[in-house]
Structures are given as structure tokens and as C-alpha cells.
T-cell receptor, first 110, second 113 residues
Framework: SQQGEEDPQALSIQEGENATMNCSYK?????LQWYRQNSGRGLVHLIL???NEREKHSGRLRVTLDTSKKSSSLLITASRAADTASYFC??????????WGAGTKLIIKP | EAGVVQSPRYKIIEKKQPVAFWCNPI?????LYWYRQNLGQGPELLIR????????DSQLPKDRFSAERLKGVDSTLKIQPAELGDSAVYLC???????????FGPGTRLTVL
């Protein structure tokens, strides 16, 4: 069942701008993951942040985790047209089950 | 390295008909997942396999859905009979045992008329 929430539901920005998406979850977690889904395709794993980490970087991606607020954010810097996709957060208690949010639909305008 | 393979990519059937989806996970991945994804939502887990054993099928509607992974590699998900509400994308994913990162196939888009 879905227990995560993502905000905003949709985001439209100009190419080159930064995009920030937020995710909230309800239970204590072992880790939180972010995935990207291009239209009509499967999900692609982007980054995993563990509960004892506060920030993690991967290329143009920056993820933060605030366990006291049960929230995470994904920042994509210097956005490109190819970043147009839906982005999902998935929290895990460490038992392989992922609790998914409903996703943020990101549109990058050229 | 080949990714997760699913077939068919699209399927249109009339209600009450049976339908089956096939998945071939990444070589060496012990864990296989079947998800259902409705439009505008995240995936919902239907069943998880560790090798050939279904270790979590609590969300699988067992009155009409069935799955198998006989040799611990390929898997098939079946719906019989299909209902209008089953229209969705059915995703297969795999992972190494003990790893949280999941690798997804492209999915099968099912339309029930």
C-alpha cells in the first residue's frame, strides 16, 4: 500500500533551472530511495540514502533526509530536457518492501 | 548486461478473459517482484519471490490472480478472469538478495474492455 506523499504533484520549469521535489513518509525507515520513470517505461533507481545519512550527492542530484520530520527532498540542478519524467520516493524499513509515494511529474521546458 | 525483460508490452482484452504476463529478471538476481501501477500513482507490490518461494503475497488478490516462478528464474503472473478495474501497468522488478535497489522492466500495459 502507498503511504508516502510527494509534493508537488507536478512541476514545470525552464531548462537550466533547479527542480526540488519533496517526499514525506509515516514510519521509521532504514533507507529512502528515489526513482525516475520516463513516460511508458519502467522505473530507474537514482539514489539511496540511509537513515543515518543527512545528505547525499550523485552528479546533478542532491538528496536530503530529515528523519525528525520524516521527510526527504530531491534537488536536480541545471535541469535538462531529458530530466522530464515522473520522480518517485520509496521508503524502506529494511525488509525489502518499499512504500511508494504517488510521484512528482516534472516537465522541463526548452 | 541485459535488464529485466517483460512481455508482452501491451495487452488489450475483454473482461472475463484470462491474461498472462511474463518476466525474465536480471541474471543472478534472487529476488523478483511483481507490481501493479495505476495511472498517476506509485507501484503497489503484488508479490515478492526469493528464488522460487513466494515470501510476500499478502497484496495479491488470490481469487483471480496467480503467479509462479518454478525454477527460480522466469516468472509468470496470471489474471483469470480479468475485470475492468485490472487495467493498469504491471511491472516486474528484480534485485540481489539483501540489496534494496530494485531494477525494473518496462512493464506490460493492460487494458480491459
Amino acid at each position: 500500500s502507498q503511504q508516502g506523499e510527494e509534493d508537488p504533484q507536478a512541476l514545470s520549469i525552464q531548462e537550466g533551472e533547479n527542480a526540488t521535489m519533496n517526499c514525506s513518509y509515516k514510519t521509521s525507515i532504514n533507507n529512502l530511495q528515489w526513482y525516475r520513470q520516463n513516460s511508458g517505461r519502467g522505473l530507474v533507481h537514482l539514489i539511496l540514502i540511509r537513515s543515518n545519512e543527512r545528505e547525499k550527492h550523485s552528479g546533478r542530484l542532491r538528496v536530503t533526509l530529515d528523519t525528525s520530520k520524516k521527510s526527504s527532498s530531491l534537488l536536480i540542478t541545471a535541469s535538462r530536457a531529458a530530466d522530464t519524467a515522473s520522480y518517485f520516493c520509496a521508503s524502506s524499513e529494511g525488509n525489502y518492501q518499499l512504500i511508494w509515494g504517488a510521484g512528482t511529474k516534472l516537465i522541463i521546458k526548452p | 548486461e541485459a535488464g529485466v525483460v517483460q512481455s508482452p508490452r501491451y495487452k488489450i482484452i475483454e473482461k472475463k478473459q484470462p491474461v498472462a504476463f511474463w518476466c525474465n529478471p536480471i541474471s543472478g538476481h534472487n529476488t523478483l517482484y511483481w507490481y501493479r501501477q495505476n495511472l498517476g500513482q506509485g507501484p503497489e507490490l503484488l508479490i515478492r519471490y526469493e528464488n522460487e518461494e513466494a515470501v510476500d503475497d499478502s497484496q495479491l488478490p488470490k481469487d483471480r490472480f496467480s503467479a509462479e516462478r518454478l525454477k527460480g528464474v522466469d516468472s509468470t503472473l496470471k489474471i483469470q478472469p480479468a475485470e475492468l478495474g485490472d487495467s493498469a501497468v504491471y511491472l516486474c522488478a528484480s534485485s540481489l538478495f539483501g540489496h534494496n535497489e530494485q531494477f525494473f522492466g518496462p512493464g506490460t500495459r493492460l487494458t480491459v474492455l
